[in-house]
């Protein structure tokens, strides 16, 4: 046992104050739902949810969902049609190229999406005229704000794969270009693929500024909607999504200890 | 190794001549550094070739430019007579093994068997049973379901031999495939991949910078240094008959002396030695370790001091230097035991020498 490793005490006196932290603060708000005005505690409000009676209430929820798992998919597939080839490319053809492409692939998460917004307004002036107002045009511009969020965890597979080797040995063995990233390199980089996916998913459903200013309803603008008629709906939308979100790195958490495993 | 239980083994019943390879005048740089200078050779059908030199001699660059993996800035490769240059990788019908262990992490062994075959359009059926064979050709037909992760290095390296060899390739090219091996397994590889060659008559271009593991397999060895090729021949040639001082140095570990050629005979050290070929004038002689032995006060010999002796087991190796500056090794019996510093006498075998005109 490594000897500069913290006890057993220790570690678990941190686990509970981490756990703490986050857990708080969510059973703070499971309890605001549940919580009525004469104190007692019920699931009524979550059973409102299935109630015709706030379908009007609801309705800017339920669309501002739909646009926003469309803008998800679009942005998923913004990275793994556009983001993860160019990266292959570029880690296999050109790797001279890799510092500035890094640098770009990371340079909005340093850049506030309010100024992200006043670059991207007359930009979406013309996409409003060319393609519509239509609220998935916004996976253009969310396909830049993941972009640090996917870069990093797909390159961080490429770095535990010997990409050039094996790219090598499948065109040797015949294989042509397409065969090569879609045959031998995506299954090896499945892990970083699957975990950009699916955080590209959760910045999707959590964004609110872009969306917003741009005048486009997604799931967090409805949210602000709702809020103003109920104030328990968005909570409980919330920590529904928050479940999602959960659900989505457990799913990570499985997909990289399969890796993991066959990879040892 | 285990050959393959039945007759029917698809690669033996097919086995061919082999293809000729030729690489005409082969350029290649790198931003301005030219690591191929006009490289020729011409492989016949069925041979075994070896690039055999030190890192960094164009030996990997060239086997790249052969294989398609680096298009040469000038020159031709030629596969069965047929110009090639510009023919992609993935068409020009070879087998490769490279260093590092190639396989495909997420695919089971008879699947990374097939993989090459799949690609020209075998069914799923006929690619397992042909790679089952290549599988038994070298010995791991029962390892087929397994991943290589489960596999040691010596068996991933295997498996890439046969997945190399399962499509019938024009060429077999070989990346040093046996330098991540630990010794053991090194050889018993190396003699595999030299029997089954044999058996396939395919034709093969081995890269390498170990010099035994060269001699031990190819039917000819080109020695390479900066970019060219020094010397091409049988190991036997290399051996005996090193055409310049590097490919001495490099094959079999001979000492550079110098001398004054007389015809038939060279004067070393005040000794008469005879010539493999006649020559005059000051030579530089190339005396092979074990053509140098410790020698008595009465004997024509020099004295020299040890500066390192190592031992190899059934031999000992030292390396001396002469009075006039020159290093000298020495093969001998493990019971003597020099030391650095030591002062001995040292004389030559009176065996035929290679020499080549001095300057």
């Given at each position: 046992m490594n000897p500069l490793a913290p006890s057993r005490v220790t570690r678990s006196v941190i686990g509970v104050l981490v756990g703490a932290f986050f857990a708080i603060p969510l059973l703070a708000t499971l309890l605001y739902t549940v919580r009525m005005p004469d104190g007692t505690y019920s699931l009524a409000r979550w059973a409102g949810l299935f109630d015709p009676g706030m379908a009007a209430t609801l309705k800017p929820i339920w669309t501002g969902l739909g646009n926003s798992l469309l803008l998800a998919i679009i942005t998923v597939a913004i990275v793994l049609l556009i983001l993860a080839p160019t990266m292959i490319l570029v880690n296999l053809r050109f790797p001279k190229l890799r510092p500035a492409f890094e640098f770009a692939a990371l340079l909005p998460i340093s850049i506030p999406a309010i100024v992200l917004v006043v670059g991207l307004a007359p930009i979406y002036l013309q996409i409003g005229r060319t393609l519509g107002t239509g609220a998935w045009t916004l996976a253009f511009a969310y396909g830049i704000t993941v972009l640090p969020f996917a870069y990093r965890s797909i390159q961080a597979s490429i770095d535990a794969v010997d990409m050039r080797t094996l790219a090598e040995a499948a065109r040797s063995l015949g294989a042509g270009w397409p065969t090569v990233v879609l045959k031998v390199l995506a299954p090896n980089l499945r892990q970083g693929l699957l975990a950009a996916s699916l955080i590209s998913v959760a910045v999707v459903l959590g964004e609110f500024t872009i969306a917003s200013l741009l005048n486009r309803q997604v799931f967090q603008t409805a949210m602000v909607v709702v809020q103003k008629q109920d104030g328990y709906l968005p909570a409980i939308f919330t920590l529904l999504a928050l479940l999602f979100c959960f659900v989505l790195l457990l799913v990570i958490g499985r997909a990289a200890r399969g890796t993991r495993k066959a990879r040892s | 190794m285990t050959l393959p239980r039945t007759a029917e083994n698809a690669l033996l019943a097919e086995a061919g001549e082999g293809t000729r390879v030729q690489l005409q005048q082969i350029v290649k740089s790198y931003a301005g550094n030219t690591v191929l200078h006009g490289v020729d050779l011409d492989i016949a059908p069925g041979e075994f070739v070896s690039l055999l030199g030190p890192s960094g001699c164009?030996?990997?660059?060239?086997?790249?430019?052969?294989?398609?993996?680096?298009?040469?800035?000038?020159?031709?490769?030629?596969?069965?007579?047929?110009?090639?240059?510009?023919?992609?990788?993935?068409?020009?019908?070879?087998?490769?093994?490279?260093?590092?262990?190639?396989?495909?992490?997420?695919?089971?062994?008879?699947?990374?068997?097939?993989?090459?075959?799949?690609?020209?359009?075998?069914?799923?059926?006929?690619?397992?049973?042909?790679?089952?064979?290549?599988?038994?050709?070298?010995?791991?037909?029962?390892?087929?379901?397994?991943?290589?992760?489960?596999?040691?290095?010596?068996?991933?390296?295997?498996?890439?031999?046969?997945?190399?060899?399962?499509?019938?390739?024009?060429?077999?090219?070989?990346?040093?495939?046996?330098?991540?091996?630990?010794?053991?397994?090194?050889?018993?590889?190396?003699?595999?991949?030299?029997?089954?060659?044999?058996?396939?008559?395919?034709?093969?271009?081995?890269?390498?910078?170990?010099?035994?593991?060269?001699?031990?397999?190819?039917?000819?060895?080109?020695?390479?240094?900066?970019?060219?090729?020094?010397?091409?021949?049988?190991?036997?040639?290399?051996?005996?008959?090193?055409?310049?001082?590097?490919?001495?140095?490099?094959?079999?570990?001979?000492?550079?002396?110098?001398?004054?050629?007389?015809?038939?005979?060279?004067?070393?050290?005040?000794?008469?030695?005879?010539?493999?070929?006649?020559?005059?004038?000051?030579?530089?002689?190339?005396?092979?370790?074990?053509?140098?032995?410790?020698?008595?006060?009465?004997?024509?010999?020099?004295?020299?001091?040890?500066?390192?002796?190592?031992?190899?087991?059934?031999?000992?190796?030292?390396?001396?230097?002469?009075?006039?500056?020159?290093?000298?090794?020495?093969?001998?019996?493990?019971?003597?035991?020099?030391?650095?510093?030591?002062?001995?006498?040292?004389?030559?075998?009176?065996?035929?020498?290679?020499?080549?005109?001095?300057?």
């Amino acid at each position: 046992m490594n000897p500069l490793a913290p006890s057993r005490v220790t570690r678990s006196v941190i686990g509970v104050l981490v756990g703490a932290f986050f857990a708080i603060p969510l059973l703070a708000t499971l309890l605001y739902t549940v919580r009525m005005p004469d104190g007692t505690y019920s699931l009524a409000r979550w059973a409102g949810l299935f109630d015709p009676g706030m379908a009007a209430t609801l309705k800017p929820i339920w669309t501002g969902l739909g646009n926003s798992l469309l803008l998800a998919i679009i942005t998923v597939a913004i990275v793994l049609l556009i983001l993860a080839p160019t990266m292959i490319l570029v880690n296999l053809r050109f790797p001279k190229l890799r510092p500035a492409f890094e640098f770009a692939a990371l340079l909005p998460i340093s850049i506030p999406a309010i100024v992200l917004v006043v670059g991207l307004a007359p930009i979406y002036l013309q996409i409003g005229r060319t393609l519509g107002t239509g609220a998935w045009t916004l996976a253009f511009a969310y396909g830049i704000t993941v972009l640090p969020f996917a870069y990093r965890s797909i390159q961080a597979s490429i770095d535990a794969v010997d990409m050039r080797t094996l790219a090598e040995a499948a065109r040797s063995l015949g294989a042509g270009w397409p065969t090569v990233v879609l045959k031998v390199l995506a299954p090896n980089l499945r892990q970083g693929l699957l975990a950009a996916s699916l955080i590209s998913v959760a910045v999707v459903l959590g964004e609110f500024t872009i969306a917003s200013l741009l005048n486009r309803q997604v799931f967090q603008t409805a949210m602000v909607v709702v809020q103003k008629q109920d104030g328990y709906l968005p909570a409980i939308f919330t920590l529904l999504a928050l479940l999602f979100c959960f659900v989505l790195l457990l799913v990570i958490g499985r997909a990289a200890r399969g890796t993991r495993k066959a990879r040892s | 190794m285990t050959l393959p239980r039945t007759a029917e083994n698809a690669l033996l019943a097919e086995a061919g001549e082999g293809t000729r390879v030729q690489l005409q005048q082969i350029v290649k740089s790198y931003a301005g550094n030219t690591v191929l200078h006009g490289v020729d050779l011409d492989i016949a059908p069925g041979e075994f070739v070896s690039l055999l030199g030190p890192s960094g001699c164009g030996k990997t660059t060239l086997l790249r430019v052969l294989a398609g993996l680096e298009i040469a800035d000038d020159g031709a490769v030629l596969l069965g007579g047929r110009d090639v240059s510009r023919v992609p990788t993935n068409k020009r019908d070879i087998g490769m093994v490279f260093q590092s262990y190639s396989l495909f992490p997420h695919l089971r062994v008879v699947d990374n068997t097939a993989f090459g075959l799949r690609r020209r359009g075998v069914s799923k059926a006929d690619a397992a049973k042909r790679s089952l064979d290549a599988l038994a050709l070298v010995g791991l037909a029962d390892f087929a379901d397994r991943l290589p992760h489960q596999l040691s290095g010596g068996q991933q390296q295997r498996v890439a031999l046969a997945r190399a060899l399962v499509t019938e390739p024009k060429v077999l090219l070989l990346d040093e495939p046996l330098s991540a091996l630990d010794a053991k397994v090194r050889v018993q590889l190396r003699d595999e991949i030299r029997r089954i060659q044999l058996r396939l008559g395919i034709t093969t271009v081995f890269v390498t910078h170990d010099q035994e593991e060269a001699l031990a397999v190819s039917d000819r060895i080109a020695v390479m240094n900066s970019g060219r090729i020094e010397q091409i021949g049988s190991p036997e040639q290399l051996y005996t008959t090193p055409a310049t001082a590097d490919v001495a140095a490099f094959v079999g570990l001979s000492s550079v002396v110098a001398g004054v050629a007389e015809g038939d005979h060279v004067t070393v050290w005040g000794q008469r030695l005879p010539l493999q070929a006649p020559a005059d004038g000051p030579v530089d002689v190339f005396i092979r370790p074990e053509n140098v032995r410790f020698a008595g006060e009465a004997d024509a010999a020099t004295d020299a001091l040890v500066e390192e002796s190592t031992f190899l087991g059934s031999v000992r190796r030292t390396l001396v230097r002469t009075e006039s500056g020159e290093l000298v090794r020495l093969q001998h019996s493990p019971g003597i035991r020099p030391v650095f510093g030591d002062r001995v006498r040292i004389a030559l075998v009176p065996e035929p020498v290679a020499v080549h005109p001095r300057g």
